[in-house]
């Protein structure tokens, strides 16, 4: 149901400009672990504020019935 133009290397680019938000620590923390679960915090959010969370028995909300991802 994306646009097009929202492609995983463009989503990339942009978590790039930030780099406070997948970036490294100087102390001990594991950056990657930490990196993968803001990405997924954020997909959450996505999700949840454009409607990715309708159910597919929802047919006024989601006429094609498409599964929740």
């Not at 309708?54 to 991802?69: K, R, T, V, Y």
Request: charged share 20%.
């Amino acid at each position: 149901m994306a646009a097009p133009e929202y492609t995983y290397t463009r989503f990339l680019k942009a978590i790039g400009k930030f780099p406070a938000f997948c970036g490294d620590y100087a102390d001990s923390r594991d950056a990657d672990a930490i990196c993968q679960k803001s990405i997924i915090t954020a997909f959450t959010h996505f999700s949840q504020e454009t409607g990715g969370h309708i159910s597919p028995d929802n047919i006024s909300d989601n006429p094609a019935q498409l599964e929740e991802w």
